[in-house]
């Protein structure tokens, strides 16, 4: 069965400054991976994805994320983090069965101090 | 375009009382359906999937139970609500089929207190 892991729980970078959450997967196969921003009360909003192909991945928002497969990653960055920046931010795995379901990894909350 | 819609946004329920969400999908035609509950401080769990009418498939052993009576439709129900029914329950779809690469699509979701 496939897993995810965020490291970082809580996340608190400077406004202006750079970025990175960390996400671990595990899965048997070739992944299909996943960013999401998630606003307070809301709903998910996907940053990017990756299936196959060019292992950097370009998303909205300025967010971009690197599959690395010898270490199992897919890592989120963003050069310059906004205010609006602020939000949970969840990274899954997509499995190849019936259903295509996600399985989600805990979440990082970022904050941004001004 | 397509749109997802929850109804309702926000509700509060005593405990043993019945429930009823509904989750409906537009601009599209056969998506898989998804339930989500979100605990307060944790990540997603998934509750319940659908390929199809009337084709219901549970992820986790639980009080609730599922239905999709019509193609764009997803409806998450409990006979007796339990405290710990409590949280953030999302409704997603995806595009049909099996692949495993199809991005989901949230709704609001749906804030339940159980008191």
């Known amino acids: 069965a496939q897993s995810v892991t965020q490291p970082d729980i809580h996340i608190t970078v400077s406004e202006g400054a750079s970025l990175e959450l960390r996400c671990n997967y595990s899965?048997?196969?070739?992944?299909?991976l996943f960013w999401y921003v998630q606003s307070p009360g809301q709903g998910l909003q996907l940053l990017l994805k990756?299936?196959?192909?060019?292992?950097l991945v370009q998303g909205i928002k300025g967010f971009e994320a690197e599959f690395k497969r010898s270490q199992s990653s897919f890592n989120l960055r963003k050069p310059s983090v906004h205010w609006s920046d602020a939000a949970e931010y969840f990274c899954?795995?997509?499995?190849?069965?019936?259903?295509?379901?996600?399985?989600f990894g805990g979440g990082t909350r970022v904050l941004v101090k001004p | 375009s397509q749109t997802i819609h929850q109804w309702p946004a926000t509700l509060v329920q005593p405990v043993g009382s019945p429930l009823s969400l509904e989750c409906t999908v537009e601009?599209?035609?056969?998506?898989?359906l998804y339930w989500y509950r979100q605990a307060a401080g944790r990540g997603l769990q998934l509750l319940f999937y659908?390929?199809?009418?009337?084709?219901i498939s549970s992820e986790v052993p639980q009080n609730l139970s599922a239905s999709r009576p019509q193609d764009r439709q997803f409806i998450l129900s409990s006979k007796k609500l339990l405290l710990s029914d409590s949280g953030f329950y999302l409704c997603?779809?995806?595009?049909?089929?099996?692949?495993?690469?199809?991005?989901?699509?949230f709704g609001p979701g749906t804030r339940l207190t159980v008191t």
């Open positions: 997603a779809w995806s595009g049909p089929g099996q692949g495993g690469s199809d991005e989901q699509y």
């Open positions: 899965y048997g196969a070739t992944p299909y």
């Open positions: 990756y299936f196959s192909g060019d292992t």
């Open positions: 899954a795995v997509g499995a190849w069965a019936a259903g295509n379901k996600l399985t």
């Open positions: 601009g599209t035609s056969n998506p898989n």
């Open positions: 659908s390929v199809g009418i009337g084709q």
